[in-house]
């Protein structure tokens, strides 16, 4: 299968998408994959089809990734097993087009929290172009690698980079997300640092899980701000989560703001548990930069509208990555290229 088809087909599937979503043909879909796991609601399935469209499946902006690698039509084919995540939907697909585009075999090994979403995306690739077929194969065993790409926990990249210690690999760890607030943003502003927030209830690694804020500012500001995700409380698991933080925090005498769904709590860590989010006071920026690029290797995304000394994403942008936005900063094109 030549570059040309197998980016042809990758266009025909974001130009399928587009259209079903227009036509809300995939209603049937989402509730399989929410009835599957109880994180996959309707609305973050759809943001995720609609992410997918505008920046993975798009014809220009696959053309801008591409532009700069050389693809040839290689018959040695490498086989790249791919460990993927599962905590939001279709998390692993950016993997899956890199290796796919590439001209290589994946060997998936599937979370079973986002099997259907994922299967749904082959499947369709397969009905577009028949001989698509031969470059995907679920194997859990992950037998006869080439390459690896793993996504998983710290505990997991141990054991990973142990059990494959004599493949090239890509092995991704634990991360999470963070924002540098001024005091000087509007409430359109922090409205958009709403979804950097909320989006996905928090649970990818570009989710913003801790903000850093100047010392004299008032938290009110967000506490009033975040409302548009108040009906997560209504969502079960959610729930669960934060009326055992809430009880901890009651318990332990633990100073807290609570708005009735997130609660705000001081905290020097980066990683804040569901339906928490933990802030840090700054006196000024060279102490703030200083203290976050300690931590750079557990960050994805820094999200602000300070200049400041390493890159920063606007409000609103963090869970919506373009096709080089790559996870950990490392580039998986240039990776699979070297095989």
Same mark, same amino acid.
């Given at each position: 299968?030549?570059?040309?088809?197998?980016?042809?087909?990758?266009?025909?599937?974001?130009?399928?998408?587009?259209?079903?979503?227009?036509?809300?043909?995939?209603?049937?879909?989402?509730?399989?994959?929410?009835?599957?796991?109880?994180?996959?609601?309707?609305?973050?399935?759809?943001?995720?089809?609609?992410?997918?469209?505008?920046?993975?499946?798009?014809?220009?902006?696959?053309?801008?990734?591409?532009?700069?690698?050389?693809?040839?039509?290689?018959?040695?084919?490498?086989?790249?097993?791919?460990?993927?995540?599962?905590?939001?939907?279709?998390?692993?697909?950016?993997?899956?087009?890199?290796?796919?585009?590439?001209?290589?075999?994946?060997? %998936?090994?599937?979370?079973?929290?986002?099997?259907?979403?994922?299967?749904?995306?082959?499947?369709?690739?397969?009905?577009?172009?028949?001989?698509?077929?031969?470059?995907?194969?679920?194997?859990?065993?992950?037998?006869?690698?080439?390459?690896?790409?793993?996504?998983?926990?710290?505990?997991?990249?141990?054991?990973?980079?142990?059990?494959?210690?004599?493949?090239?690999? $890509?092995?991704?760890?634990?991360?999470?997300?963070?924002?540098?607030?001024?005091?000087?943003?509007?409430?359109?502003?922090?409205?958009?640092?709403?979804?950097?927030?909320?989006?996905?209830?928090?649970?990818?690694?570009?989710?913003?899980?801790?903000?850093?804020?100047?010392?004299?500012?008032?938290?009110?500001?967000?506490?009033?701000?975040?409302?548009?995700?108040?009906?997560?409380?209504?969502?079960?698991?959610?729930?669960?989560?934060?009326?055992?933080?809430?009880?901890?925090?009651?318990?332990?005498?633990?100073?807290?703001?609570?708005?009735?769904?997130?609660?705000?709590?001081?905290?020097?860590?980066?990683?804040?548990? %569901?339906?928490?989010?933990?802030?840090?006071?700054?006196?000024?920026?060279?102490?703030?930069?200083?203290?976050?690029?300690?931590?750079?290797?557990?960050?994805?995304?820094?999200?602000?509208?300070?200049?400041?000394?390493?890159?920063?994403?606007?409000?609103?942008?963090?869970?919506?990555?373009?096709?080089?936005?790559?996870?950990?900063?490392?580039?998986?094109?240039?990776? $699979?290229?070297?095989?």
């Amino acid at each position: 299968m030549e570059f040309e088809k197998r980016l042809k087909a990758l266009i025909e599937l974001g130009d399928f998408v587009k259209s079903g979503l227009a036509k809300n043909e995939f209603s049937e879909l989402f509730h399989q994959a929410y009835i599957h796991n109880n994180w996959f609601t309707e609305e973050f399935c759809q943001l995720s089809f609609s992410s997918l469209v505008s920046h993975y499946l798009n014809e220009d902006k696959l053309n801008e990734w591409l532009g700069k690698y050389t693809f040839s039509n290689q018959a040695n084919k490498k086989r790249i097993g791919l460990i993927l995540a599962g905590n939001i939907p279709l998390v692993g697909i950016h993997d899956i087009i890199s290796v796919f585009i590439s001209g290589h075999i994946s060997l %998936l090994k599937l979370s079973a929290k986002d099997s259907i979403l994922t299967k749904f995306f082959i499947g369709k690739l397969n009905e577009i172009d028949s001989e698509s077929t031969s470059y995907f194969q679920i194997d859990d065993k992950l037998t006869g690698l080439d390459a690896l790409i793993a996504t998983g926990s710290d505990n997991s990249a141990r054991y990973f980079e142990y059990y494959f210690r004599n493949c090239p690999k $890509i092995i991704r760890k634990n991360r999470t997300s963070i924002a540098v607030l001024s005091g000087h943003e509007t409430n359109e502003d922090l409205k958009l640092l709403e979804k950097d927030i909320f989006q996905y209830f928090g649970l990818g690694c570009r989710s913003v899980s801790k903000v850093f804020i100047p010392v004299d500012y008032d938290l009110n500001t967000l506490i009033e701000v975040f409302e548009k995700y108040r009906y997560f409380i209504d969502h079960n698991k959610y729930y669960n989560n934060y009326i055992y933080h809430k009880s901890i925090f009651l318990l332990n005498l633990d100073d807290h703001l609570d708005n009735g769904f997130l609660m705000l709590k001081e905290n020097q860590s980066n990683h804040s548990p %569901l339906a928490v989010l933990f802030y840090e006071r700054y006196q000024n920026t060279t102490e703030l930069e200083n203290r976050i690029i300690l931590s750079k290797d557990h960050l994805q995304v820094v999200v602000s509208k300070e200049q400041l000394s390493f890159p920063t994403h606007t409000f609103g942008s963090s869970q919506t990555p373009e096709l080089w936005d790559y996870a950990d900063e490392v580039d998986t094109l240039n990776f $699979i290229h070297k095989l």
